[in-house]
């Protein structure tokens, strides 16, 4: 097979991931909350966006290079984190890893992991992430914290869009588990998909064991029994603006807020010591009735863009999205499933596919609005109607 996968957009991508994967997992990747107004939402509003090309620039040494929290990247992505991407690949969350390493960008492990923090982080190396879901019991997570620490995580990501599960009524349709088991619902379906049952399942059942969240600690592990995805993770409904607070004491690298929508909140972020925020709408996974992240994010950046880094992500599939970000302020985007298809179509050399296509959009199109690279971005390029 060629280096394309004869995949040449992530819609691409997308479609080979379904193919491959039983509907239940596909569907646990692909989908969002309720109606899923928002998941529609966050790609139209891209389309309300437009470039304003500028003419005879020379773009012959374009770069799209960034910093960030004193860290050089190639190009301005990073994978966001996604709670079960081991059901993707056997080991997904390694060969999601690797595949932002080799590509200069970071990799943000997600708690959910189907890996450990640290073998991810023995095996993959390059500048990862960690992000946090806070448990009900504080100081659990706060010795997770403590072990993405040693394991020399860059980044910590706290997010606080999802204090309780949200619906997803389709994971209960689909039986889909985790720890992974057989139920009526999904056995047929996993029996029609036989490369996903031998390449994933199979090789957990015969060295690990069922697929579950290998970062939690062993008497919260013995406690999940296997529940509809999404439901079985431990999440708290009592987070407040202290919790960020005391993080920010145990925590001395980059500290982020992922699930930001209201400029206030990026405010609170910065006067409790983080020192960035991604604006997001959880890809449309959680509230299913909010204004797109792209929408929200000049506004975040007019509030708070002096005092933190503000990132963004939800429904980014195209290179001009990131120009979009990027021209309306954002430092960075985070893409999700768009990785996701890619390491469940070929593993790491997959996921590699999805972020070259990215940075192949990207750069093509900045040549074609005239930008001579990433750090030149800004409204200019946009026909803003205000
Ligand atoms: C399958 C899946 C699992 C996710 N799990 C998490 C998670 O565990 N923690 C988290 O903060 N965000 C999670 N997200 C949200 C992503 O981090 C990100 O915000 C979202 O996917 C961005 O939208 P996009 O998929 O359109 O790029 C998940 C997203 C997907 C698709």
Redesign the pocket.
């Known amino acids: 097979m060629d280096k394309t996968l004869g995949a040449y957009d992530i819609a691409d991508l997308r479609e080979l991931a379904r193919r491959r994967l039983p509907r239940g997992v596909f569907e ?2 692909d989908r969002g909350n309720g109606d899923e107004v928002a998941v529609v939402e ?1 790609r139209v509003a891209f389309e309300r966006i437009k470039l304003a090309p500028h003419a005879l620039v020379d773009t012959s040494r374009r770069s799209q290079e960034i910093t960030l929290f004193g860290e050089r990247h190639r190009i301005p992505v990073a994978i ?5 991407a081991g059901l993707a690949w056997h080991e997904g969350e390694v060969a999601l890893a690797k595949a932002a390493r080799e590509a200069g960008i970071p990799f943000t492990l ?3 992991s189907m890996t450990s923090l640290e073998r991810v982080a023995a095996e993959a190396g390059g500048t990862l992430w960690f ?1 946090v ?1 806070m448990w009900p019991d504080r100081s659990l997570s706060h010795q997770l914290v403590e072990r993405a620490k040693a394991a020399g995580y860059k980044a910590l ?1 706290i ?1 606080v869009d ?1 204090p309780v599960p949200p619906g997803r009524e389709y994971n209960m349709r689909n039986g889909m588990t985790v720890p992974f088991s057989f139920t009526r619902r999904n056995v047929t379906d996993v029996l029609m998909h036989p490369r996903w049952l031998a390449g994933v399942l199979m090789r957990y059942l015969l060295t690990t064991g069922m697929p579950r969240y290998e970062n939690y600690p062993a008497g919260m592990q013995s406690r999940i029994t296997a529940l509809p995805m999404g439901r079985s993770m431990a999440v708290t409904d009592s987070l407040t603006w202290d919790d960020l607070r005391a993080l920010r004491k145990l925590w001395p690298h980059a500290l982020l807020v ?2 930001i929508l209201r400029t206030q909140d990026a405010v609170m972020a910065a006067e409790c010591g983080a020192d960035g925020v991604i604006v ?1 709408n ?2 449309g ?1 959680a509230v299913d009735s909010t204004r797109a992240p792209i929408e929200v994010l000049p506004e975040v950046v007019e509030a708070a863009g002096k005092r933190l880094e503000v990132l963004v ?4 599939r195209r290179g001009a999205d990131v120009a979009k970000a990027l021209a309306l302020g954002a430092r960075a985007v ?5 990785t ?1 298809y890619g390491v469940a179509v070929a593993g790491q050399a997959g996921a590699a596919r999805a972020i070259e296509i990215y940075r192949d959009e990207l750069d093509r199109l900045l040549a074609l609005i005239g930008c001579p690279g990433v750090a030149s971005l800004n409204r200019d390029y946009l026909a803003l109607s205000e």
């Open positions: 646990f990747f966050n966001a984190p996604t709670g079960s997600a708690t959910g992000q879901y990501v997010t999802t992922k699930g997001s959880h890809g996974r992500d939800s429904g980014f985070l893409i999700g499933r768009a996701l």
